[in-house]
């Protein structure tokens, strides 16, 4: 091993073993379609975006679950379906047992105290009229939690150091801080509130590597402290290989594979996960040269027409006919290893 | 090989109502003939100016190369006129952005925009030029190019684009090619394609490359050389071996431990680079690491460290090398 390797693997390796805790999400066969309309004056649907067909996976308490998979394959519309900011078309979506798609507006305000996001972008999700303070006070006093003035400029404050900012930042704008130092805000909004859980979309993707590190690390500390579950959106395979519990891949609106993080990483199955772990390029020239690169033909096909059968069948290196007929269950080959394909 | 581009003590600012950004703050590197040389660093590193300053591609006001020499196949870049330089873009040095939603015209068909690189610069009939235009898309992968070529960017995913980019930058078969973050904005199945492709194409062809990015992991995949890159200026050069097994610099050390690693046992806790990248309209004359570094002596405050010979043609811009050099030996 190399000094510099020496150096690099210092620090002690940790198990992403999954929570036992009891059930806190529970989807189940979800699906999302987007009219496509056609008409000036009388319009009328022509088809539909299949953004999410059919889906179903549970989130434990405390566990960190990684949602995976390349762009329009429905995981952020799988995370807006949970915020209740899409109905979805079909299926349930239990929140400590209660099925948040049959709630009215109202029903679904106190849930939504428990239910927080973050977002991918920092530059877009802070409104630029307002300062950090007012920002991170408007959830405390939409929910009523903290009503006096002064209490609540205490508790910025605190939650600005709590996620690594100087609770001086409360009086400044969105636009006087660096990219980083925004999504720390994003974070102690979302906090704001106490939530239960978390739904990162693409929380640290717009992020400089050094900077995501510290946000990465920043996450897994609120998590251990305030034993906080997270549903991680995110195409960033190493970044959910070191934060998550279990792991789902997702192509084309279907859940492809799903299984504990190690598992998933060490003994990939789906054609198509073992595709994408390929595609990651390591940063090690010397791995680099050694790995095979073989690379998955063509493109991911349009979500209005998608492909009978599997949805991954054209792009498959195993596809055989029968693959083009019919759906593949999505199965359990081994205990919390779920995979959609017939061939393996 | 021999060298093709040669840059030296290259200086860009900005000048701007906060003041004089120093993008690109007196940096010297070299490419060879058919060489694949990345850039590498993280936003406002300068790593996008220096490459647009090959080019002069820096829009006046604000940007200004204020110092500097620019050879490419021995003459100076900058000391050209807008005719010679006009005639050197797109020929000899080619260009592939970002960008593969914004880069090409919405309004042109594809047959347009790959023949007017071709009829720019040589003296083609259209029919000769269209000819061309079906062998490059044939040879980036895009299939059933005679059709394709009527077509316009919207009928393109982001991947077939980004192709049509590189067909356009082959077109008059130069002889280095400029690419800024090709793959930043594709998805990783669709980035192995492209970066495949390229890799390919610039080895058959024996085009240099210059790629320009962040992503660490495409780097070791791909560079013969890497120029990492802090504040405006090269810290560390060296091939891609020296960078990723003896980094000898502690931005790039630190910047090697921030990153998740897929192939290693999962880290406790990651370990990031603590603090923020400078503002570039406040810097000194001393590193501009110095406040995130963990290695920093008194000396660090006076004077930026000369790049400097750690071993061969590895260089190192760092006063404390040879502590650092002892402190990632001890540890092994």
Known sequence: MSPAHAALAAGTAKSNKPQPGEILVDVKGLRMYFPITSGVLISRVVAHVKAVDGISFHIRKGE????????????????????????????????????????????????????????????????????????????????????????????????????????????????????????RVGIARALAVNPEFIICDEAVSALDVSIQAQVINLLEDLRDEFGLTYLFISHDLSVVRHLCHRVAVMYLGKMVELADCDELYDNPIHPYTRALLAAVPIPDPVIEAKRKHEVVKGEVPSPINPPRGCVFHPRCTLAVDSCSKAIPEFREIKPGHWVACTEV | MATLLEIENLKTQFFTSAGTVRAVDGISYTVDEGETVALVGESGCGKSVSALSILRLIPWPPGKIVEGQIRFAGTDLLTLSDDEIRNVRGKDISMVFQEPMTSLNPVLSIEQQLTETLTTHFPVSPEEAEKRAIELLDMVGISDPERRLKQYPHHFSGGMRQRVMIAMALACQPKLIIA?????????????????????????????????????????????????????????????????????????????????????????????????PPDLTMLDDGCPFRPRCRYRVERCNEAFPPLESVGGNHLSACWEKAVLKQAIKEVS
């Open chain 1, 64 to 183: 960190t679950l990684g949602l995976v998979g390349e762009s329009g394959c429905g995981k952020t519309t799988t995370g807006r379906c949970i915020l209740q900011l899409e109905k979805a078309t079909e299926g349930q979506i239990l929140f400590e047992g209660q099925d948040l798609t049959k709630l009215t507006q109202k029903e679904m305000s106190p849930i939504r105290e428990k239910i927080q996001v973050i977002f991918q972008d920092p530059y877009s999700s802070l409104n630029p009229r307002m300062k950090i303070g007012e920002i991170i006070g408007e959830p405390m006093k939409v929910h009523g939690i903290i009503t006096d003035s002064a209490k609540r400029d205490r508790r910025i404050a605190e939650l600005l150091s709590l996620c690594g900012l100087d609770p001086k930042f409360s009086d400044r704008y969105p636009h006087e801080m660096s990219g980083g130092q925004r999504q």
């Open chain 2, 180 to 276: 800024d973050e090709p793959t930043t904005a594709l998805d990783v199945t669709i980035q192995a394609q492209i970066l495949e492709l390229m890799k390919d194409l610039t080895k058959r062809l024996g085009v240099a490359l210059i790629i320009i990015t962040h992503n660490l992991g495409v780097v070791a995949r791909y560079a013969d050389r890497v120029n990492v890159m802090y504040a405006g200026k090269i810290i560390e050069e060296g091939t891609a071996a020296d960078i990723y097994h003896r980094p000898q610099h502690p931005y790039t050390l630190a910047l090697l431990k921030s990153v998740p690693r897929m192939d290693r046992p999962r880290q406790a806790k990651l370990d990031p680079v603590e603090g923020q």
